[in-house]
């Protein structure tokens, strides 16, 4: 059976019995029933198994010389025909994360810089080890090799940094993207209502799971009983998620990322150490993809993908732990555009107007760095930015929690005109905005995106486009949302950016790879999205800040 079957984890140290025990007498934890044989069914570590399988190798070997019943060798191989023998196991592999230095020991609230963004880390098993005569290259064969990628993260990670002391981190591969596509089981649209945090996607996530009856803002633990049987399959094949088949949905997809750590059958707080992102921790990875390797990225889609002509190919939505507006339906990020939102139900109709309607979602499963897992669950890292109310209307935002690879050069003219994967559109180190909007010139009909950006590309400048205050510019589009998620000064309909889209009129070429010939981004009533009918007549000013 568990030749293709994982076993469920317990923390009951492994030992061998010199009489047969039954699956009864090794009952899990939670009462369920264990795994019968010379042994307590119980997790080894890998020295253990190693001197287990020598173990068993020998019993066996004797029991092929001396004949007899293979029981009475106290041997756990499952048959007494050679080529058909064999020992099956579950690995359990520990996340790669440390609480503790692996090699000195002693802890550090930052030993988390240390160990992400890192190379991949592997153990080998049952190997043969050599080395050259100088010594200079060495050569390694095993039986087993477990392989195991490092947490990314968008963070600053420089050991001299010390204003950081917290962060999370995101999951690299997600071996299940294609099986399960939709948010609920049933194909509807609405979560909770009470995943109202635009940053805790912990406490979000507790509240989409069922597993409170507080609202995300409040909530600081789960509510008592929940049972991790009720949603999650622990043996089942390799390939086939660890839920069960009513919570095999993508709301329920990072839970199986988690552990039963005491083995008891509770879901307890601390055991929700993955959880799937907020609406502000996507933008994350969208504003820090400088760091992050292309497949680990928001949007990931290959050349040959964007190539395609089927929307189910080259689109990619992302959807966040965070209800949308004063809805029930959860946020959604159009990664294709960057950094475009809106809500479920209409990320998937849109083809009632846009020609398709869109069925493969995505999610992204992170977990917090440097805070203890027993912490509450109002328990959050530092924010990638910190956003400064000045008191004259005008905000500050500090960007240097994020990784510097992700940042842009320090400028204090007018940005180019540029699509959303240039360098143009990064954050600087620090910015502000200007204490109040701009009134757009007006000659004769409100600009829309190109024409207004066509009069700032004439005058080399928006300051003499007649838009921005003397050292002011136009934001870009990760500009425009930083402004959107950490302030309310978007008070009218519509404001410009300088950042067009690759797959539209201006990058792609008319009527754009859609076909419903978008220009660039802007601010849309509550959304940063792409413009179609947007005309201009404000604008929201921006100047970075020199950070030496």
Not at 524 to 543: K, P, T, W
Request: net charge negative; glycine share 10%.
């Amino acid at each position: 059976y568990f030749v293709d079957q994982r076993r469920k984890y317990t923390p009951r140290v492994f030992a061998e019995s010199i009489v047969e025990r039954t699956a009864g007498q090794n009952a899990e934890g939670d009462g369920t029933p264990g795994l019968g044989g010379f042994h307590n069914d119980g997790a080894m570590d890998v020295i253990q198994m190693v001197k287990y399988i020598k173990t068993q190798i020998k019993k066996y070997a004797d029991f092929l010389r001396l004949g007899g019943n293979l029981s009475d060798y106290g041997c756990d191989f499952d048959s007494v025909n050679l080529d058909d023998a064999k020992i099956c196991v579950t690995v359990f592999v520990d996340e790669y994360y440390y609480e503790s230095d692996p090699i000195f020991g002693g802890t550090s609230p930052t030993l988390w810089k240390r160990f992400v963004n890192a190379d991949d880390r592997s153990i080998h098993i049952l190997c043969n080890s050599s080395a050259s005569n100088d010594l200079e290259s060495r050569t390694t064969g095993s039986v087993i090799t477990i392989q195991q990628k490092s947490i990314k993260s968008i963070y600053n990670t420089n050991p001299n940094y010390t204003k950081l002391t917290t962060a999370w981190g995101l999951e690299s591969v997600d071996e299940f993207s294609k099986q399960i596509k939709t948010y609920n089981k049933d194909g509807s649209y609405n979560g909770s209502g009470k995943n109202d945090s635009a940053f805790n996607g912990r406490a979000n996530s507790v509240c989409e799971w069922g597993l409170t009856t507080k609202n995300a803002s409040s909530v600081t633990d789960i509510d008592a009983g929940n049972k991790w049987g009720k949603y999650m399959n622990f043996e089942v094949n390799n390939d086939t998620p660890q839920l069960q088949d009513s919570y095999k949905a993508l709301r329920y997809f990072c839970m199986a990322r988690n552990r039963d750590n005491n083995g008891d059958g509770v879901i307890q707080r601390n055991e929700i150490r993955w959880y799937l992102a907020s609406i502000r921790q996507l933008m994350a990875m969208y504003i820090g993809h400088g760091v992050l390797e292309s497949n680990v990225a928001l949007y990931n889609r290959s050349a040959a993908e964007i190539a395609s002509n089927d929307p189910n190919v080259w689109r990619q939505h992302v959807i966040s732990s965070t209800k949308y507006g004063g809805g029930s339906q959860p946020t959604v990020v159009w990664g294709e555009e960057g950094i475009s939102t809106g809500d479920l139900g209409g990320s998937y109709t849109w083809g009632d107007s846009g020609g398709y309607q869109f069925e493969t979602f995505t999610i992204r499963c992170v977990r917090n760095l440097g805070i203890d897992s027993e912490a509450d669950l109002q328990a959050v890292p530092d924010d990638y930015i910190v956003a400064t109310d000045n008191g004259d209307g005008s905000y500050t935002f500090e960007c240097t929690h994020i990784n510097e690879a992700s940042l842009r050069y320090y400028t204090s003219r007018e940005l180019d005109y540029a699509d959303q994967n240039s360098e143009v559109n990064r954050l600087y180190k620090k910015f502000r905005t200007a204490p109040s909007s701009s009134t757009v010139p007006n000659t004769g009909s409100a600009p829309n995106f190109q024409k207004l950006n066509e009069t700032v590309n004439q005058y080399g400048s928006s300051v003499y486009a007649g838009i921005c205050p003397e050292g002011y510019r136009l934001p870009n589009q990760m500009e425009m949302a930083v402004i959107r998620y950490y302030t309310n000064l978007f008070t009218g309909r519509y404001y410009p950016s300088r950042t067009y889209w690759s797959l539209g009129n201006i990058g792609y070429g008319a009527p754009g790879k859609d076909g419903g010939n978008k220009t660039g981004f802007c601010f849309d009533q509550g959304n940063i999205a792409l413009s179609i009918g947007a005309v201009f007549s404000e604008a929201r000013c921006v100047q970075d800040i020199r950070v030496e």
